[in-house]
Each structure stands twice: as structure tokens, then as C-alpha cells.
């Protein structure tokens, strides 16, 4: 199966400076879907951003960006300007084309953001 | 909007009872997933299913089984509850990812079980 590995924990990160959140996973596959989650205090889960493997442009929305890295399995998320709403637990997620569309997550990182 | 519910946000039982947590989603979908979230562990597929009276055991279903009898309804069921099962369980859809299109999960907003 494939694995992700969050290896940050914890992060933080001044209001307006910018953070980046690392993710690595593991995959023999060649295409294959990543993801960015957000979950609040409120334990909603919602999407930040999502990339197609087949795909080398970086995807940007709004103020959180990625930077894919096909050939290394990296995919880490830059957030910009970062805001106090954007403390959450942030989860990197991989979807497998083949393992009946299972999707594997990391561990998560805490972000909290200083005021 | 994509909307997926869950019947309860927080949940008590005694150890030894039968509990279900129902999950219902309104777009369709034919991928329906359960997890369960523990600190530090991120999010362990529990069961999901691909359609209708289809099931597939995710990576942790011992003491778990799921059902499925429509296509909006995803029901996991705790056979006989004990206090390890004691977590977070979300609940997700997502559509079959046809045409090449990074389809994500849609969440619900899990519910809080605890056994005693």
C-alpha cells in the first residue's frame, strides 16, 4: 500500500509570513491524485488544493500553492500571507487509480499561527 | 454544495453494545469511505465501498462491518463496543474518478464515539 509521511507535527508561523508544510509519500504507480486538507477546530475536513500527478505545473489557489516533485514524492504545501483562520490540522492525501480509489493520508501537521 | 451527514456529532455507549453511526450524502457519489481519526495517526480507512451492497475492508476493520443497501446511505456498525474503539469517525464520499479528474473526498463532520 502506499504510505504518507507528514514528518512535521507541529508548525507555526507569524501572521502575513509564509509556512510550508512538507509531505512525502511512497508510490510505484505513475498517476495518481494529491491532496491538500484543512481541519479546523471544528473538525470539518475540506479541501485546500488538489494535484494530478500527469500534470508538472504547480497548483496555486489563492494564497496556498504546492510544490509537486514527481521524481522525489514530494508535495508540500506554501501558505502565504498566512492568516489566523488558517490554524488547522493539515493532512496530505494520495489517491491511488488502481487500489479501488482508496485514498491514504499522513499523520497531519498542527498549524497554529501567532498573532 | 456537496453535503455529507453523519446522525451524531457526539456518541456515548457502554462497552458490549451495538452501535451504528450513520453517514448519508446527497450528490450521488458512488465511493463512500469510513476512518477513524486518532491523535498522531492521522486518518485509518476503516471499510469503504464502491457501490451499492459492495464493501471493501480498508486497513484497521477488525471489530467493525459496514452496510450499504442504498446508494446515498453508508452505515458503519460496532458490533460489540469496546473502549479501544474509543475515537473520532468520519465519514467521506467521493464520485468515481472518471474522465481523468482529481476527484477529492467530501467530509462529514465526524462524530466523537466514546465507549466507557
Known amino acids: 500500500a502506499q504510505t504518507v509521511t507528514q514528518s512535521q507535527p507541529e508548525m507555526s508561523v507569524q501572521e502575513a509570513e509564509t509556512v510550508t508544510l512538507s509531505c512525502t509519500y511512497d508510490t510505484s504507480e505513475s498517476d495518481y491524485y494529491l491532496f491538500w486538507y484543512k481541519q479546523p477546530p471544528s473538525r470539518q475536513m475540506i479541501l485546500v488544493i488538489r494535484?494530478?500527478?500527469?500534470?508538472?505545473q504547480n497548483a496555486t489557489e489563492n494564497r496556498f500553492s504546492v510544490n509537486f516533485q514527481k521524481a522525489a514524492k514530494s508535495f508540500s504545501l506554501k501558505i502565504s500571507d498566512s492568516q489566523l483562520g488558517d490554524a488547522a490540522m493539515y493532512f496530505c492525501a494520495y489517491r491511488s487509480l488502481n487500489t479501488g480509489n482508496q485514498f491514504y493520508f499522513g499523520t497531519g501537521t498542527s498549524l497554529t499561527v501567532i498573532p | 454544495d456537496v453535503k455529507v451527514t453523519q446522525s451524531s456529532r457526539y456518541l456515548v455507549k457502554r462497552t458490549g453494545e451495538k452501535v451504528f453511526l450513520e453517514c448519508v450524502q446527497d450528490m450521488d457519489h458512488e465511493n463512500m469511505f469510513w476512518y477513524r481519526q486518532d491523535p498522531g495517526l492521522g486518518l485509518r480507512l476503516i471499510y469503504f465501498?464502491?457501490?451499492?451492497?459492495?464493501?471493501e475492508k480498508g486497513d484497521i476493520p477488525e471489530g467493525y462491518s459496514v452496510s450499504r443497501e442504498k446508494k446515498e446511505r453508508f452505515s458503519l456498525i460496532l458490533e460489540s463496543a469496546s473502549t479501544n474503539q474509543t475515537s473520532m469517525y468520519l465519514c467521506?464520499?467521493?464520485?468515481?474518478?472518471?474522465?481523468?479528474?482529481?476527484?477529492?473526498?467530501?467530509f462529514g463532520p465526524g462524530t466523537r464515539l466514546t465507549v466507557t
Open positions: 467521506a464520499s467521493s464520485p468515481y474518478p472518471a474522465g481523468g479528474g482529481a476527484y477529492e473526498q467530501y
Open positions: 465501498s464502491y457501490d451499492v451492497k459492495m464493501k
Open positions: 494535484q494530478e500527478a500527469y500534470k508538472q
